[in-house]
């Protein structure tokens, strides 16, 4: 069964997407970018600090 994954310590989406997807065992997740869940701004930086920030709103 599907089900959407809705978090509000991650950014809102922009768009009419689910943050994830979950399916029996697998977990889809949308394009990820580098925002500031409070803010909604991009990460400013290096890759390191912009996938840090894509791994923690995940």
């Known amino acids: 069964m599907k089900k ?7 950014p ?9 997807v979950r399916e029996g065992k697998w977990l889809f997740l949308s394009g990820q970018i580098p925002l500031e869940a409070g803010s909604g701004e991009v990460v400013a930086g290096d890759i390191r600090s912009q996938t840090e920030c ?4 995940i």
Do not use: M, T
């Not at 809102?12 to 994830?20: E, K, N, V």
């Not at 894509?54 to 709103?57: F, P, T």
């Open 4 to 10: 959407s994954i809705v978090s509000a310590r991650a």
């Open 12 to 20: 809102q989406p922009i768009g009419p997407y689910s943050q994830a």
């Open 54 to 57: 894509n791994l923690k709103n």
